[in-house]
């Protein structure tokens, strides 16, 4: 259960709809989960039914925001409880393994009523692995995921609650190696449906694969070349002036990966992506492709962490044909003592609004610190805070969040 649990798609899928635009079912316990624990003492165990392994969890959060509605002027800010229960339940390991996984979060503010939500995740996997360099996965999932104000193309308006929007898709993912060779295919199928009929024309259903081969150079280390394709086919197939909506991206990125176990691991890509739309009328054009995810751990104790991604996303803003995002974030992991972990980190977002040549900039720091009392119970703090700049001044905004949380492991 310490495992990101994110929006659930991988992440190649991220092109088929708009980053960090939702709001997640949060891991329990995660301020370093690159380095978390490494004392036996202080690892959960799951509880054991028959051959099923049971984690059960919970997160009490307090946190204060200097800008709830994230408005560049009149600020609003406010104090809101946050509660995260969690359950996962797994078979033994085996060739033929299974993995069945819930999670909610709760929030409700003290004063501004409009911003309580409820967002939770269902999923099920089911995986093969025949011998340890091949496996075949499937993964199923139900979410209701509640857009952050402040994210791009978020609700502006204070009097309406936040956007909620419920996700339904199957991953699907096979992988072999050989002593050279990486063979890896990905495939995704999710239905996004906004719940509010004035969201209409945000519902749409994403098509993804991606097709990874790689050469191993060392040990632990592959250059890989990847192709990848997205497709968006929209509930509403024209906008109101009778432009088809429905678009293609496709491209394909070289670079490398690290298997899991040495001083890095993840993987780090770079290469192109062509947009197309489905309209005759509407351009198409071709952009710089990134994306990976890499650790680095120079000792047991510490990790630094790099992610990055560069490509088209979906939009729904008016008079923008596509939107464009470039985000990286930088983060260090530390184990300071058995029972003590930290975090700190700083993100940067660059969102391109093609068509109406918006751009919006969002540098981001944070910092965050977990003391484990034992293997059943720690507290946590943290602090965050960004500033959005944009060609229009009316979506720029600053804010501060700091807070609080008790967890329970089972």
Sequence with gaps: MRGAIALAVPVPFLLAVPQQALAQ?????????????????????????????????????????????????????????ELTPEVQIATAPGPLSATAHGSATIRRFADLKTE????????????????????????????????ERGSPESRQDPNAGPREIDSLGVDLRFRHMTRRLLFDLQGNATKYNALSAADANRDF?????????????TGITFVTASAFVAKRDFRLERTPGGSKRNTTTWGGRVGVEFEPGGVLEGNLSAGMFRFVPEDSLAKSRTGLSVSGSVTYRPRQRTAFMLDAFNGDVATFRSGAQSRTDTTVKLSVQQ????????????????????????????????GEIEYIFSRNMSVAAYANYGKRT?????????????????RLRF
């Design 25 to 81: 079912a949060r891991d329990i316990g995660s301020t370093a989960s690159a380095v978390y624990p490494n004392d036996s003492e202080y690892k959960d165990l799951p509880m054991h039914l028959g051959s099923l392994n049971v984690s059960l969890g919970g997160e009490a959060r307090v946190e204060y925001d200097t800008n709830v509605y994230a408005t560049p002027s009149n600020a609003r800010d406010d104090v809101h409880l």
């Design 116 to 147: 309580n939500t409820e967002a939770w995740l269902l999923d099920g996997s089911l995986r093969w692995a025949p011998q340890t360099t091949t496996s075949v996965t499937g993964r199923a999932f139900y979410q209701r995921a509640v857009e």
């Design 205 to 217: 259903t994403g098509l993804n694969g991606v097709a990874t081969v790689g050469w191993r150079v």
């Design 335 to 366: 184990e300071i003592r058995h029972n003590l972990y930290a975090t700190v980190g700083g993100g940067y977002r660059r969102s391109r609004y093609n068509g109406s040549g918006v751009k919006e900039q969002t540098p981001t720091v944070s």
């Design 390 to 406: 944009s060609d229009d001044p009316t979506l720029e905004f600053d804010r501060a969040k700091v807070g609080a949380s008790f």
